[in-house]
């Protein structure tokens, strides 16, 4: 299994791809421009869907108000930036997602007044469903087999600082062969999040690659 690369600066991916499981083979530029784009496109679809689904138009209108744009740092971490360990070992697939709170939600915890709040409950709410934030290629058919959080944020104190959350998420796929991509859905919902340092561990050995809102998809 070979990784495509992304530039740490540009964002930009290239080397072999494979997003609908055809054969590997050593693409030429132009095939891989028609990966990358067939990947933007699925992202582009998921989040056109979730905007559409959502019932909730004042949420979308309080997310627009209070979420960030600028990346800055904060403490032991910068804001907007995350990291990804993303581990393929035989049918699993494990993401471990150590992202500032902040770059989730807009803001520094605790909330603070009601548009607050309710970024607050619809954050803690898709938590619940992993694909919201990491969506295997459909055609390994890839199911969750469970996800944790670290802290526990019901058991949070309302008052204290959350400076940073670990989430992990495992999945099992029917179909390792045909896993070539994940794509990172979480930038769908979380404006704030500019982009996320993937270190991909597989049995072929481990890279580290930039993925960023624009080309939302890690092809391998």
């Not at 693409?27 to 028609?34: E, L, Q």
């Not at 784009?37 to 056109?48: H, I, K, L, N």
């Not at 982009?195 to 080309?215: A, C, E, H, S, Y």
Request: glycine share 8%.
């Amino acid at each position: 299994m070979k990784v495509a690369s992304t530039s740490p600066d540009t964002g930009q991916q290239g080397g072999p791809a494979n997003v609908l499981g055809r054969e590997a083979h050593a693409p030429s530029g132009k095939a891989v421009r028609a990966d990358l784009f067939a990947a933007t496109v699925m992202f582009e679809s998921f989040r056109r869907a979730r905007r559409v689904s959502r019932t909730g138009a004042r949420l979308c209108a309080g997310l627009s108000l209070v979420l960030a744009s600028t990346v800055w740092a904060h403490g032991s971490h910068s804001h907007g930036h995350g990291t990804v360990r993303l581990v393929i070992e035989g049918h699993h697939l494990t993401a471990s997602f150590d992202v500032p709170l902040e770059s989730f939600l807009g803001y520094d915890y605790p909330p603070q007044g009601a548009e607050q709040e309710q970024v607050w409950r619809a954050f803690k709410a898709r938590l619940q469903d992993p694909t919201q934030f990491i969506q295997p290629a459909a055609e390994a058919d890839c199911r969750v087999l469970g996800h944790d959080l670290m802290p526990e944020l019901t058991q949070a104190d309302p008052m204290g600082d959350i400076p940073n959350i670990v989430y992990r998420v495992q999945f099992r796929c029917h179909r390792p062969e045909a896993l070539q991509a994940v794509v990172f859905t979480a930038f769908a919902d979380h404006p704030g999040l500019k982009q996320l340092r993937v270190q991909l561990i597989t049995p072929q050995g481990r890279k580290t690659v930039t993925v960023r809102p624009r080309f939302p998809a890690l092809t391998f």
